[in-house]
């Protein structure tokens, strides 16, 4: 038997929805074109030599690059060594620089006393400290994750102190008048009313530990994907350098949209 | 006859900055008797919420005493114009807020705020969230935490003014006959006079700063019945509004 099936109206409400996810796949869409359009365009630019595939290296350049590194456990190696360095520079960066954001919340005439200090050391470019780093923490790993606490803790006192400082002022008087302590004014309501700018700090910490781990490679290293990217410019081997290069933006894009999981996890 | 449980006198608090030095609050005295609801009104910037702060103890006066009469340490609980529930905590957990800091987390004293809790309605919504609850249910459950605490004294800094105007004449109903029930003693401060009238059983009005008592009203209303909006119908209602509205002379500058 043969059956009519009108076409099913849509509600108002359907309707909007739909609207919004084309809306959704035209941008991603748009997005996978622009980055496809971009390889295929660097391809032909070097197959037909309107570049120097020997200074700008071209995708199947890359691609093969990548394919031996993976095969020679090179690029595990120094992947490992990076990622490790940058998850070690932001979990302490965060920890460290909220311990002290603790202290100087504790002390406000610490916190007075410190307070330009901590504004010249925001202000100062970590970088020129580089080879003191050396100097004093040897040139390992060591250094590179100095270079990178350097940068995240800073940055971490700064956002969480400023948290703990935006606490309601009257949540604070209403535990008071509880009769709280100062550690219990401090686990009871700073603490966890701080909590997302301490998430906030980690965010932005992993970004800047990318910057302090790549430029503590790029100074000192023997090994990480900074150290390859230096490695490969030095001795002209460009297909390294952009191997490497993609390789850094995608890991760090991993982890960023880990640390953003991790958030919506943690804050309901 | 109910007894005397706090005799404030001759209380003064000076506040300093570096350009000059305020006089917010100048010898204040009163006798407040248990049981009683007291509510002070005067223009805003009198020293009224300075008062309270001394008397929670927050906030150390510049000369005058304070006596309580009373055996055993006096618990007070006050109350603030937002009712400051911290989001990431249930409601229930909101409540134990001032157990938990006392050290006092025993189990009658958790299951006798679950009880009060379940008395005054919000016993479904006692593992939620503060957002999950209504502007009236949230200050409801602001006084159950500060009962949880079982306070001599309750200080009221104008705890409705954050609700809108309907909401806040059901909750400052609902809030005067959980008060009335539990038999506690309030000192409360607010702007609105038909509230100070229609709540206390004295109102004391302030002068401009520096804060000083102009007059203490004995309120005594001829209503029938007990509500809020009974008493506003009192025909002794309007006689108190316009003397203490006089008293406060309110002029627009």
């Known amino acids: 038997m043969y059956m009519w099936n009108k076409p099913k109206q849509l509600t108002e409400h359907e309707q909007y929805l739909m609207d919004i996810r084309k809306e959704n796949i035209k941008v991603h869409l748009t997005r996978i074109i622009i980055l496809i359009a971009f390889f295929i365009l660097w391809e032909i630019a070097a197959r037909l030599m309107w570049i120097d595939s020997f200074i700008t290296s071209q995708p199947t350049a890359v691609y093969n690059t990548l394919i031996s590194l993976t095969q020679s456990g090179e690029l595990f190696k120094h992947l490992f060594i990076t990622i490790g360095e940058t998850v070690l520079g932001f979990i302490l960066g965060t920890i460290i620089g909220t311990l002290i954001a603790i202290m100087l919340w504790w002390s406000p005439f610490i916190s007075r006393v410190l307070d330009p200090f901590i504004v010249m050391l925001n202000s100062l470019p970590k970088v020129a400290l580089g080879p003191i780093i050396i100097v004093w923490a040897g040139a390992g790993i060591t250094a590179v994750i100095v270079m990178a606490l350097l940068i995240s803790t800073i940055i971490t006192i700064i956002n969480v102190y400023g948290g703990f400082n935006e606490v309601d002022s009257e949540k604070v008087i209403l535990v008071q008048s509880f009769g709280a302590t100062k550690k219990q004014v401090l686990q009871k309501v700073i603490l966890p009313a701080s909590y997302p700018a301490i998430i906030n700090a980690l965010k932005i910490n992993v970004g800047l530990s990318w910057v302090g781990v790549i430029m503590g490679e790029f100074l000192v290293s023997k090994a990480g994907l900074g150290y390859l990217i230096v490695y490969g410019s030095q001795v002209f081997k460009l297909n390294l350098v952009m191997t490497s290069i993609l390789v850094l933006a995608i890991a760090s894009v991993v982890m960023y949209i880990g640390v953003a999981f991790l958030e919506k996890k943690l804050i309901k | ?253």
């Open chain 2, 1 to 253: 006859m109910s007894k005397k449980i706090l005799s404030i006198r001759n209380l003064s608090k000076t506040y300093h900055t570096k350009e000059s030095e305020t006089i917010a609050v100048k010898d204040f005295s009163i006798d407040i008797m248990e049981g009683e609801f007291v509510v002070i009104v005067g223009p805003s910037g009198c020293g009224k919420s300075t008062i309270l702060s001394i008397l929670s103890g927050l906030l150390k006066p510049s000369s005058g005493e304070i006596i309580y009469k009373l055996t055993k340490p006096l618990s007070i609980g006050y109350m603030l114009q937002n009712d400051h529930l911290f989001p990431w905590r249930t409601i229930l957990k909101n409540v134990l807020l001032g157990l938990e800091i006392q050290g006092r987390t025993t189990p009658e004293n958790i299951e006798k705020a679950k009880k009060q809790l379940e008395t005054y309605g919000l016993g479904k919504f006692m593992h939620q969230y503060p957002y999950q609850l209504s502007g009236g249910m949230r200050q409801r459950a602001a006084l159950i935490r500060t009962l949880a605490i079982d306070p001599d004294i309750l200080l009221l800094d104008e705890p409705f003014s954050a609700l809108d105007y309907q909401t806040r004449l059901a909750v400052s109903e609902d809030i005067v006959s959980i008060l009335r029930k539990e038999k506690k003693t309030v000192i409360m401060i607010t702007h609105d006079l038909n509230e100070a009238i229609s709540m206390a059983s004295r109102v004391v009005v302030l002068s401009k700063r520096p804060g000083e008592i102009r007059n203490i009203h004995e309120i005594k209303l001829s209503s029938e019945g007990e509500s809020m909006l009974q008493k506003r119908k009192a025909p002794e209602f309007m006689d108190y509004y316009n003397r203490i509205w006089r008293e406060l002379d309110v002029h627009v500058e």
